[in-house]
């Protein structure tokens, strides 16, 4: 009888044991998955949907400056970027990016066939919005940020 009794108490700690453990060593892999993303980052950004005519776009910030753009920029992560209207040609736009170098910024240009391009080595596409879409999951053709991808979207403050 004290023995059943015993055991009754003894499994509910046992399997306690066995799941703390568990629990615990996952907790240590999210921990270690964070740790490791200052070495190496998500290789795929946040989701862009493609779709939505960049004015609807919650990371096209329209006409600030380029000044405007790296103080958004300094409170991010390397990796963010952001869209705005360029300051030199009314009908480009402006892809700024926090790198490990500090800031970089890139034009979006469109083309004769109405098409936009980023930088000079691009592809060309149909939109911004999927210009942004592509290289949030691949290498940036640009020279200083050839090992990077379009991470974090820096989303309008809106007051």
């Known amino acids: ?10 499994s509910p700690t046992k399997e306690g044991k066995a799941r703390h453990p568990r629990r615990h060593s996952s907790g240590c892999l999210v921990n270690t998955k964070l740790g490791s993303l200052d070495q190496c980052h998500p290789t795929v950004g946040e989701r862009i949907d493609p779709s939505l005519p960049l004015e609807s776009q919650f990371w096209y910030h329209g006409a600030i400056s380029r000044t405007d753009a790296e103080s958004l920029l300094r409170l991010c992560k390397e990796a963010s970027y952001l869209v705005r209207n360029s300051e ?5 736009f402006s892809l700024s990016l926090k790198s490990s170098q500090g800031f970089m910024h890139m034009k979006l240009s469109r083309t004769k066939e109405n098409k936009y391009v980023l930088g000079q080595n691009s592809s060309p596409f149909d939109s911004v919005p999927e210009i942004i879409h592509f290289y949030s999951s ?5 020279k200083g940020a050839e090992h990077m991808s379009l991470l974090y979207p820096v989303a309008i403050r809106t007051l």
Do not use: E, Y
Not at 3 to 9: F, I, L, P, R, T
Not at 138 to 142: Q, T, V
């Open 1 to 10: 009888h004290f023995d059943g009794v015993d055991k009754s108490q003894t």
């Open 88 to 92: 030199t040609s009314k009908n480009d």
């Open 138 to 142: 691949r290498k940036l053709p640009i």
